[in-house]
């Protein structure tokens, strides 16, 4: 597994930082005073990768990917993290997709576990994708350690 989550770093760090960071002024600038934009992590994903592996295990697969799949309801703040980023970040470590929508990750998932002309479910398949799922968000985990995160809920 420790390889595996070696591999997928890279595309991990591309990943949070497409997917899953806003950006925020920096108010010091550089030397020469030009002031850039650093990007920061909503705090909310930590929690967010870190229940994923737990709703695996506890929930399966499937059921997992359709609740990270939803979009926060009207009553909730929208300039919040959203869960399904955390999928779409987790598509682009495991698919190379540049743009997945929401709900590309439990899409592609359901076509390779199901047995063709069958609602049958291949558990090999299953479990196959369940591990790289895993180790994928573990290398998310870890890539997100090198961005800032939000101080506050906004």
Known sequence: MKKEITKLMFKAEEAVEKFLTKTKPNAKGDEAGHKDED???????????????????????????AFYSAEKSEK??????????????IAYCLFKEENPDRTFLINEIS?????????????????????RITEASIAIKLAMRNFKFTEEEE
């Open 39 to 65: 990007p920061v992590v909503h705090k909310e994903y930590k929690g967010y990768v870190a229940s994923l592996g737990a709703a695996l295990r506890t929930s399966g697969l499937i059921p997992t990917l």
């Open 76 to 89: 909730e703040n929208t300039n919040t993290a959203q869960r399904y980023k955390l999928l779409q970040a």
């Open 111 to 131: 076509q390779k576990i199901y047995c063709p002309n069958s609602d049958e479910i291949n558990r090999k398949k299953l479990k196959k994708w369940e591990k």
